[in-house]
């Protein structure tokens, strides 16, 4: 693990193995991008592909990655957040073991400690997974 991710892993609640991002490639107040390469050592791989609900962490952690990379900017403390539902979750393919997914969340929008996100996942330049999560943001 290199010193960024490491520094990463500050801003998402979770903790090995159960960490679903590599590399925060861009934040805002509105965006975050990430990376991630499947391994086969994976807690959420199964039959040599990423499953559902890898996909479903990984839109969850980039929002995380995001928001507390914000926080981490701007002093405040990083707040933990937790799935309260997910919508419209549509996923084309599971990714297999060595790809690369890139994963992009917008926020559309906050009301008082839930934060309404859309995410999108791409592999091989392809669009593989969409959906919008309610995060409950923990104070």
């Known amino acids: ?21 590599d590399t ?11 990376t991630f390469l499947i391994q ?12 559902a609900a890898g996909l479903m ?3 969850a952690q980039t929002a995380a990655a995001g928001m507390g990379s914000i926080a981490a900017v701007t002093g405040q ?9 997910v919508k419209n979750l549509e996923i084309a393919v599971l990714p297999r073991v060595g790809d690369l997914l890139i994963t992009e969340i917008t926020i559309e ?5 839930i934060v309404v996100i859309s995410g999108t996942i791409t ?9 919008e999560m309610k995060i409950l943001i923990s104070v």
């Open 1 to 21: 693990m290199n010193e960024f991710n490491s520094v990463l892993e500050t801003f998402i609640p979770q903790g090995p193995p159960f960490v679903m991002v």
């Open 24 to 34: 925060l490639l861009f934040s805002d107040e509105k965006t975050a991008r990430t």
């Open 40 to 51: 086969a050592d994976n807690v959420l791989v199964e039959n040599g592909a990423f499953s």
């Open 57 to 59: 962490e990984n839109i």
């Open 77 to 85: 403390p990083v707040s933990p957040g937790f799935i309260a539902s």
């Open 109 to 113: 929008a906050r009301v008082l400690d």
């Open 123 to 131: 592999c091989k330049g392809i669009v593989i997974a969409t959906g």
